[in-house]
């Protein structure tokens, strides 16, 4: 009977410590997720209005790859005076390769900053990186077009309906000076 | 020079030569609310258009409706003095000078209201160097800006002569600046057979021109409404609906400046009974044709009741505008036309009353175009509501106060009834055998 209660004591004693240890060793894992670097490319230079290729590549510290995570793309601007931010372009999520890629379309003309962001989860850190994307090119984004294309008909008409008139308008001045001029 | 030609120089120019009191008194009263309607104007620019009604639900409001009148008022010139003179009708003449100044103070007020209405005027550079040709508001720059000059020109051709009258009889007396600005605008004018070929050519170029292009005018700035597709605005007679009603209130514009003229400056031989009553058949004849097309305007989309056209309707006719509609149809167009068309009330009190009528309903029409379409809802939430201001009342006020005040100036500086012209009518009508000159526009013998 002695022997059944000491043993039920250590058998009691050993699962606490065991699930205490284990628990631990559980919290103690989760507390230190596995750092990630994250980069991120572009072609040299985007051209206005058409879509460049951006690529993330996201590895763990140890230069694995990490499959699965989901990487946002952010480009920073402002507006009026004191307000601007992060503007979302798009995300994408890692290959097995740890590549996640998206297309963006660059709307301004002028040096983009593109920043990746990995907001990190239970397993790896997170971690961003951020680069300059030279924008070429200007021109009209959109164009609208005619319902009917009629031959003959477009705004030329109306620039020479508007050259006649202001031509006669000419004229007419020319003949007021010519009033001028014949005073005697 | 004959005692008819005499008189009629010492009544167009006495008020050139003096000024009394109340043209003092009445100039600077308007001078205050003027000033009055551009202090508004500061105000608004210096906090945003958050200080008017307008929001994002309705965006136009009285700036657009006070546009749209101004450029109506403004065919008063072409129909009076374009149309009369190419047709050759001899009571014209005491009427077109005032006619010609209507057109271009009106579009000088007018034009400045799309501008007023934008907020921040160097937007309108934008316009310039961006604008579209599509753009309806494109076109109606092009075309009221080649309006007034057109329309300028148009004032000044037949004025030369006047002018030359000014600067030999009010020249020898008047100061040294009066003196050389009848001179300078003149021209030299010496009446000389070929100053009479270059002047004739140059008027009859005008008055022909003028026409076409003053219809355009009106039937653009329809155009930005009517190139929508808002319930209530799109409406393929917007054009002619606009020329018409632009007309009927420029009729009664000019009645109702005829008759303060008339009194202010004892023209009442020159403008007699007789030209009230021409004008106000015509301006009878228009509420016939406005009538008709309100009628069409509300019958067409009402027999089909699209959703939006059926709010709409209803909003005008038995809603919250049912009380403005009313009254304009009353006042605007049944009251106007029984005056004209009952005997006992068709003498000058009556016109001049009945043109009144007119001009404040043709006012509300605009506004009745202009903002209870934009109340239908466009997606799925509450019709918006617009409630005016003090400063967009202020703006208005002012630039009304601004147009009768730049007539007003301009009544004292240029003679009011074109002296040669009543002078070759007059004569015409004494020697009635006499071979009558070439006159497309009245030219000289």
């Given at each position: 009977?002695?022997?059944?209660?000491?043993?039920?004591?250590?058998?009691?004693?050993?699962?606490?410590?065991?699930?205490?240890?284990?628990?631990?060793?559980?919290?103690?894992?989760?507390?230190?997720?596995?750092?990630?670097?994250?980069?991120?490319?572009?072609?040299?230079?985007?051209?206005?209005?058409?879509?460049?290729?951006?690529?993330?590549?996201?590895?763990?510290?140890?230069?694995?790859?990490?499959?699965?995570?989901?990487?946002?793309?952010?480009?920073?601007?402002?507006?009026?005076?004191?307000?601007?931010?992060?503007?979302?372009?798009?995300?994408?999520?890692?290959?097995?390769?740890?590549?996640?890629?998206?297309?963006?379309?660059?709307?301004?003309?002028?040096?983009?900053?593109?920043?990746?962001?990995?907001?990190?989860?239970?397993?790896?850190?997170?971690?961003?990186?951020?680069?300059?994307?030279?924008?070429?090119?200007?021109?009209?984004?959109?164009?609208?077009?005619?319902?009917?294309?009629?031959?003959?008909?477009?705004?030329?008409?109306?620039?020479?309906?508007?050259?006649?008139?202001?031509?006669?308008?000419?004229?007419?001045?020319?003949?007021?000076?010519?009033?001028?001029?014949?005073?005697? | 020079?004959?005692?008819?030609?005499?008189?009629?120089?010492?009544?167009?120019?006495?008020?050139?030569?003096?000024?009394?009191?109340?043209?003092?008194?009445?100039?600077?009263?308007?001078?205050?609310?003027?000033?009055?309607?551009?202090?508004?104007?500061?105000?608004?620019?210096?906090?945003?258009?958050?200080?008017?009604?307008?929001?994002?639900?309705?965006?136009w409001g009285l700036y657009i409706s006070n546009f749209v009148f101004f450029i109506g008022i403004s065919h008063a010139?072409?129909?009076?003095?374009?149309?009369?003179?190419?047709?050759?009708?001899?009571?014209?003449?005491?009427?077109?000078?005032?006619?010609?100044?209507i057109?271009?103070?009106a579009?000088?007020v007018g034009?400045?209201f799309?501008?007023?209405?934008?907020?921040?005027?160097?937007?309108?550079?934008?316009?310039?160097?961006?604008?579209?040709?599509?753009?309806?508001?494109?076109?109606?720059?092009?075309?009221?800006?080649?309006?007034?000059?057109?329309?300028?020109?148009?004032?000044?051709?037949?004025?030369?002569?006047?002018?030359?009258?000014?600067?030999?009889?009010?020249?020898?007396?008047?100061?040294?600046?009066?003196?050389?600005?009848?001179?300078?605008?003149?021209?030299?004018?010496?009446?000389?057979?070929?100053?009479?070929?270059?002047?004739?050519?140059?008027?009859?170029?005008?008055?022909?021109?003028?026409?076409?292009?003053?219809?355009?005018?009106h039937?653009?700035v329809?155009?930005?409404?009517?190139?929508?597709?808002?319930?209530?605005?799109?409406?393929?007679?917007?054009?002619?609906?606009f020329?018409?009603g632009a007309?009927f209130s420029g009729i009664a514009t000019?009645?109702i400046?005829?008759?303060?003229?008339?009194?202010?400056?004892?023209?009442?031989?020159?403008?007699?009974?007789?030209?009230?009553?021409?004008?106000?058949?015509?301006?009878?004849?228009?509420?016939?044709?406005i009538?008709?097309?309100?009628?069409?305007?509300?019958?067409?989309?009402?027999?089909?009741?699209?959703?939006?056209?059926?709010?709409?309707?209803?909003?005008?006719?038995?809603?919250?505008f049912?009380p403005l509609f009313?009254a304009y149809i009353v006042t605007g167009l049944?009251?106007p036309?029984?005056?004209?068309?009952?005997?006992?009330?068709?003498?000058?009190?009556?016109?001049?009353?009945a043109a009144v009528l007119v001009n404040i309903s043709m006012w509300v029409e605009r506004f009745l175009i202009v903002v209870p379409?934009?109340?239908?809802?466009?997606?799925?939430?509450?019709?918006?509501?617009?409630?005016p201001?003090?400063?967009e009342a202020?703006v208005v006020l002012g630039a009304m106060a601004?147009f009768a005040?730049?007539?007003?100036?301009?009544?004292?500086?240029?003679?009011?009834?074109?002296?040669?012209?009543?002078?070759?009518?007059?004569?015409?009508?004494?020697?009635?055998?006499?071979?009558?000159?070439?006159?497309?526009?009245?030219?000289?013998?």
């Open positions: 009977m002695e022997i059944l209660k000491r043993s039920s004591l250590a058998l009691a004693i050993f699962i606490a410590v065991g699930t205490l240890l284990g628990g631990a060793a559980v919290a103690l894992a989760e507390g230190d997720p596995i750092g990630t670097q994250l980069s991120v490319d572009a072609p040299a230079a985007a051209t206005f209005g058409e879509p460049a290729r951006l690529v993330a590549l996201l590895r763990d510290e140890a230069g694995k790859p990490v499959e699965k995570a989901t990487v946002r793309f952010y480009s920073p601007v402002s507006f009026l005076a004191g307000a601007g931010g992060l503007m979302r372009l798009d995300e994408g999520i890692t290959d097995a390769d740890g590549v996640a890629t998206i297309h963006y379309a660059p709307t301004q003309t002028t040096e983009i900053r593109i920043v990746a962001k990995f907001d990190g989860d239970t397993r790896y850190a997170a971690s961003q990186a951020d680069m300059l994307l030279p924008v070429n090119g200007n021109h009209q984004l959109y164009e609208a077009e005619a319902g009917i294309r009629v031959p003959f008909v477009g705004k030329w008409w109306l620039v020479a309906v508007l050259s006649l008139i202001w031509g006669l308008y000419f004229l007419v001045v020319n003949l007021v000076l010519r009033v001028a001029l014949a005073r005697d | 020079m004959n005692q008819f030609d005499a008189r009629l120089e010492k009544t167009v120019l006495d008020p050139l030569r003096s000024t009394g009191s109340t043209y003092r008194l009445v100039m600077l009263a308007l001078l205050g609310i003027a000033g009055w309607g551009f202090y508004a104007y500061t105000v608004q620019l210096r906090e945003g258009l958050a200080v008017t009604g307008m929001r994002d639900y309705i965006f010139g072409t129909l009076i003095s374009a149309i009369l003179r190419v047709t050759q009708a001899g009571w014209r003449t005491p009427v077109t000078r005032m006619a010609e100044f057109t271009v103070v579009l000088s034009a400045l799309p501008m007023i209405d934008l907020g921040r005027p160097d937007r309108v550079v934008g316009l310039v160097l961006h604008g579209r040709w599509q753009s309806p508001i494109v076109w109606d720059i092009l075309a009221i800006s080649t309006y007034l000059t057109g329309s300028a020109i148009y004032l000044f051709l037949p004025m030369i002569e006047d002018l030359a009258i000014c600067r030999d009889r009010l020249g020898p007396t008047a100061n040294p600046l009066k003196r050389n600005f009848y001179r300078l605008l003149s021209l030299g004018w010496r009446g000389t057979p070929k100053q009479k070929r270059y002047l004739h050519i140059a008027m009859g170029i005008m008055a022909i021109l003028i026409i076409p292009i003053a219809v355009s005018v039937t653009v329809s155009f930005i409404f009517a190139m929508q597709m808002r319930a209530g605005w799109n409406s393929t007679v917007y054009g002619v609906f020329v018409a007309i000019i009645i400046i005829m008759a303060v003229l008339r009194r202010a400056f004892h023209l009442e031989e020159y403008l007699t009974k007789k030209h009230f009553l021409y004008l106000g058949y015509l301006m009878g004849a228009f509420v016939l044709i009538a008709y097309f309100n009628m069409l305007e509300f019958l067409v989309p009402g027999y089909k009741m699209e959703e939006g056209e059926k709010f709409l309707i209803h909003d005008l006719l038995a809603g919250s049912a009313w049944a009251i036309g029984l005056i004209i068309l009952l005997p006992w009330t068709r003498n000058i009190t009556g016109i001049v009353v379409a934009q109340r239908v809802a466009q997606m799925p939430h509450e019709p918006g509501s617009y409630m201001t003090w400063v202020s601004g005040l730049i007539i007003g100036v301009f009544a004292k500086i240029f003679p009011v009834i074109s002296i040669w012209e009543v002078k070759e009518h007059q004569e015409q009508q004494q020697a009635p055998e006499a071979p009558s000159p070439q006159q497309v526009d009245s030219g000289h013998r």
